[in-house]
């Protein structure tokens, strides 16, 4: 009797099978590491995308080499979580050889194993050995100097530039409310083209030490604050635009070049993560630098900024004050979720190639097909 007919009709039946053993065999109950099973509690409702982007946009995997000449380094922009995420760098990664970080030093040792050099450069590794919260334009000039008196032989090194955003209006107000406390940042050295900007140049909202106690209507006023755009003047190469001269060229040449440049620079760093997506942003950076962090990101939505209640005019005269940033981060956010998107399914696609090695169908004979 023939019993091809039940073969095909088994077929369907082992394969699902196989689909659930598989699956449990890659995803183990309570395991962390399968992103793609469950959508993220941070993913927005639905997401479509604006932007067109090649596969060379959306795909991240840098060959980070930690024992050899590879250098991570953050630019932190004020405001953006940049705190948060530089300590998750230096005391959350999974290493060989873990950052050395001592009880009520700020700075750690990020050295790479067996070697008296570190891997990272970042606020929390070398300091602010660039300046106070420096700028792409500060750091690329800056970085390769400093790298190069730490180390005993002259060798090339390869520089991964990361970065973290905000919303612009989070991070403004939440700006406002830090500069209300006391804080300045009077200590940062703007350099550009090899000189820092004089006085007229870049000129100062308050006079005194600091601007306590300001409130957000007189730091809308100032029409010299750095908060404004800060994010899009921090990623671009000022050296285009003239530095800090703001007669150099007329304003709106200079917001479109600036805007370029930062969405440029951006676009070819290695990584970068948003602090609205915390979870995708540790995520992606895993997928980025295969490492992996030892205990997950936390979403914080109880911020400063999130329990200032605004006026809906008041909101529009802040992303008017903002117009670059938040041009840049639609184009970033864009990015960001195309790219998780697409690490997504370049996971499934490995895990799915993974199952089919581990599970070969060598017991069906050549007769059931």
Request: hydrophobic share 40%.
């Given at each position: 009797m023939n019993d091809k007919p039940n073969k095909l009709v088994l077929i369907p039946i082992l394969v699902i099978l196989f689909v659930m053993i598989g699956y449990q065999y890659i995803c183990p109950a309570g395991s962390q590491s399968c992103h793609f099973r469950t959508l993220e509690e941070d993913s927005p409702p639905k997401f479509i995308s604006k932007f067109n982007f090649t596969e060379r946009d959306l795909m991240r995997h840098v060959d980070f080499n930690i024992k050899g000449d590879d250098v991570i380094v953050f630019l932190h922009i004020q405001k953006t979580g940049g705190t948060t995420f530089g300590r998750h760098l230096v005391r959350n990664i999974r290493l060989e050889q873990p950052c050395d970080c001592k009880l009520g030093q700020k700075k750690c040792n990020c050295h790479r194993p067996g070697k008296d050099e570190s891997w990272l450069f970042s606020r929390f590794s070398t300091g602010w050995s660039c300046g106070l919260h420096a700028d792409w334009t500060e750091l690329t000039s800056c970085v390769p100097v400093i790298m190069g008196k730490k180390q005993a032989q002259k060798r090339k090194r390869?520089?991964?530039?990361?970065?973290?955003?905000?919303?612009?209006?989070?991070?403004?107000?939440?700006?406002?409310?830090?500069?209300?406390?006391?804080?300045?940042?009077?200590?940062?050295?703007?350099?550009?083209?090899?000189?820092?900007?004089?006085?007229?140049e870049l000129p100062a909202c308050y006079p005194g030490d600091d601007w306590s106690g300001v409130m957000l209507r007189d730091f809308m006023a100032c029409p010299h604050n750095?908060?404004?755009?800060?994010?899009?003047?921090?990623?671009?190469?000022?050296?285009?635009?003239?530095?800090?001269?703001?007669?150099?060229?007329?304003?709106?040449?200079?917001?479109?070049?600036?805007?370029?440049?930062?969405?440029?620079?951006?676009?070819?760093?290695?990584?970068?993560g948003l602090t609205e997506f915390q979870r995708k942003t540790q995520y992606l950076f895993e997928r980025t630098f295969r490492l992996r962090f030892i205990s997950a990101?936390?979403?914080?939505?109880?911020?400063?900024?999130?329990?200032?209640?605004?006026?809906?005019?008041?909101?529009?005269?802040?992303?008017?004050?903002?117009?670059?940033?938040?041009?840049?981060?639609?184009?970033?956010?864009?990015?960001?979720?195309?790219?998780?998107?697409?690490?997504?399914?370049?996971?499934?696609?490995?895990?799915?190639?993974?199952?089919?090695?581990?599970?070969?169908?060598?017991?069906?004979?050549?007769?059931?097909?």
């Open positions: 390869n520089f991964y530039y990361i970065t973290m955003l905000r919303d612009p209006v989070s991070r403004y107000l939440s700006e406002w409310k830090h500069v209300q406390r006391g804080a300045t940042w009077k200590t940062s050295l703007h350099m550009c083209d090899g000189r820092a900007p004089t006085p007229d750095l908060a404004n755009n800060r994010q899009t003047r921090m990623l671009a190469d000022l050296s285009l635009v003239g530095c800090y001269n703001l007669s150099s060229m007329n304003e709106s040449a200079r917001d479109a070049a600036l805007l370029a440049s930062a969405t440029r620079n951006l676009r070819g760093m290695a990584f970068y990101f936390t979403q914080l939505n109880s911020t400063r900024a999130a329990s200032v209640e605004l006026r809906e005019d008041v909101r529009r005269h802040i992303e008017g004050l903002n117009a670059l940033d938040v041009q840049l981060y639609d184009f970033a956010r864009d990015l960001f979720l195309q790219r998780v998107q697409f690490a997504h399914r370049q996971e499934r696609i490995q895990n799915g190639v993974h199952f089919f090695f581990i599970f070969p169908f060598r017991f069906l004979s050549e007769d059931a097909v």
